[in-house]
């Protein structure tokens, strides 16, 4: 495994500010809610897909699908990032809860917009720069509930092909893309480069230059994701969530998943569960 793969600790926090492009895709254990104040939209890359947010949308996903910003006209941004044990213990409809945890972001269109948005995330940050523990249970409920609202608001289709302009970014999405779809299988460089009718070389140079990381560093991503999912949604045996998130073996997923994760397969199911 690449030991660049590090899953940060969840924890609860929120900033705003002009949004910068990330230098990789990275994952974290929290349900991560994002807020386009002013500006444009905020092109993410999320677990294969584009993911465009645009002025006055609001977004929620299950950040340990690998993600990263690749392209931002947002001139402000507000994120909150809630630990996922916490996320779980809300309580959530089923529905949404799957929505989210099977890499589908939740998106409330502008038209959806509530016009306490804005000042909701900024009370928000308020809040967590406060030392009282009050103001941080009240931010958890007002949270919730707007997530409650974004699963009512955001449509069920999921996201729309990319089709920008930039040449080296359609492939990459396209491979993105290919990864995300097929990383269950046996899956080779070789592989991924064909579905953008790349030679793996030049395949590799695009990923590189815009993901920030390999390919197979992706893949083992995206593994270790389907991974957390298994084991928090379901009962199977490590062995079984190990062969159905794509690794070759158990020692393998166990290895990657000690090293991201910080702790071994077994004793991540029983914290979450």
């Given at each position: ?54 002025p006055g949308s609001v977004a929620a ?106 040449p080296a970014l359609r492939h990459v ?101």
């Amino acid at each position: 495994m690449d030991p660049q793969i590090a899953i940060a600790p969840p924890e609860l926090v929120g900033w705003a500010g002009r949004p910068i492009l990330m230098d990789t895709a990275h994952q974290h254990d929290d349900l991560e809610i994002n807020f386009v104040a002013e500006g444009g939209t905020m092109l993410y890359l999320f677990g294969g897909e584009p993911v465009e947010i645009g002025p006055g949308s609001v977004a929620a996903f299950w950040a340990a699908v690998p993600h990263q910003l690749v392209a931002n006209s947002a001139t402000r941004a507000h994120w909150v990032q809630v630990p996922f044990a916490t996320f779980l213990g809300w309580g959530l409809p089923t529905a949404l809860v799957g929505r989210l945890l099977s890499g589908m972001p939740l998106i409330a269109p502008p038209s959806a917009a509530m016009e306490a948005d804005a000042a909701s995330f900024t009370q928000w940050a308020a809040d967590l720069a406060s030392a009282q523990p009050e103001r941080r249970r009240i931010l958890l409920l007002e949270v919730e509930a707007r997530v409650r609202r974004l699963g009512l608001d955001a449509p069920q289709d999921r996201v729309r092909h990319y089709s920008g302009g930039d040449p080296a970014l359609r492939h990459v999405v396209t491979m993105a893309r290919h990864i995300a779809e097929h990383f269950r299988e046996p899956l080779t460089v070789a592989d991924v480069a064909a579905a953008a009718r790349l030679h793996p070389n030049y395949a590799m140079t695009h990923f590189g230059k815009i993901v920030r990381t390999t390919i197979n560093d992706y893949l083992t991503r995206c593994r270790l994701a389907e991974g957390r999912r298994l084991l928090v949604t379901t009962d199977l045996p490590i062995a079984a969530v190990a062969a159905d998130s794509g690794f070759s073996s158990v020692s393998r997923f166990y290895a990657a998943f000690t090293a991201a994760c910080g702790i071994p397969p077994a004793a991540y199911r029983r914290q979450h569960r």
